[in-house]
């Protein structure tokens, strides 16, 4: 059942990245693009998107655990650590550079533009990458 | 903006559903993560989830295809080098645009809030670097 729930929820994103307007790169770019044609439909997505869950987290979380699950996974960490700042601006910077991050990427894989399939693929590497460089990172002060 | 807000409403009931139900966190890097080294028994409902998108973005591409018109003046090698930073940076900070972005900041997570930010900016600079190298994004 929670595979079900979960090809549900993964289809139902994807209609919203959707009509969002977050599988054209040009909307995601535009909104990054504040000295120039600013395209303000990230913001819009992202205020609909954090309007409705953060009422309905607060409404969930009073629960004691999930409907289908013997618990809640949310992450629970407070500290703030030079990873996670790190990761952020390296994947901004992937982000602005090609307008494409992970959900919209492999939602667009349908496309039909080998590009997208590019992203996608070098994606994977990209993150398979970080595992193998991890440990040496730690060592490094990350 | 009416059409993005309605979006976004759409995908805070799509990641307020899998929490509900599944007691999980719709964060699409941490998803794919899972499956490029996988735990035991921690592997098919992602395989369903990343199934739900793509078949997701046939619907769009059937009933919706100007979701899928794009405008960019990005070569190859740009999706490429873009590719190899998000993948890379999503795993390092934890989450990408939906786990950070969307979930983290609705459950107002510290971390999530400023890792936003940090790639915000940073997405901001990218797209000025990138007006100067290609001439027009």
Known sequence: MKNVIALMVGFIFALGLGLGGMTQVQNVRGFLDIFGAFNPALMGVMIGAIGV?????????????????AK???????????????????FGIGWGWAGICPGP??????????????FVLSMFVGMQLYKLLESKLIKLGF | MMNAILGGAIIGIAVSLMLFLNGRVTGISGIVAGIISPKKGDMIWRVFFLTGLILGG???????????????????????????????????????????GVCGISRLSLRSILATVTFIFFGIVSVQVFKLVRGAL
């Open chain 1, 53 to 69: 869950h953060s009422i309905l987290y607060f409404l969930i979380m009073k629960r004691a655990v999930p409907l289908l699950d």
């Open chain 1, 72 to 90: 809640f996974h949310v992450p629970t960490r407070k500290d703030i650590d030079k990873k996670l700042l790190t990761g952020a601006a390296i």
């Open chain 1, 105 to 118: 990427g492999i939602v667009a894989l349908v496309s039909g533009n080998i590009n997208i399939l590019y």
């Open chain 2, 58 to 100: 046939f619907i769009l591409r059937i009933f919706y295809a100007q979701s899928f018109e794009q405008i960019s003046n990005a070569k190859t090698i740009d999706y490429v080098i873009a590719g190899l930073l998000v993948g890379f940076g999503t795993i390092m900070s934890g989450g990408c645009t939906s786990g950070h």
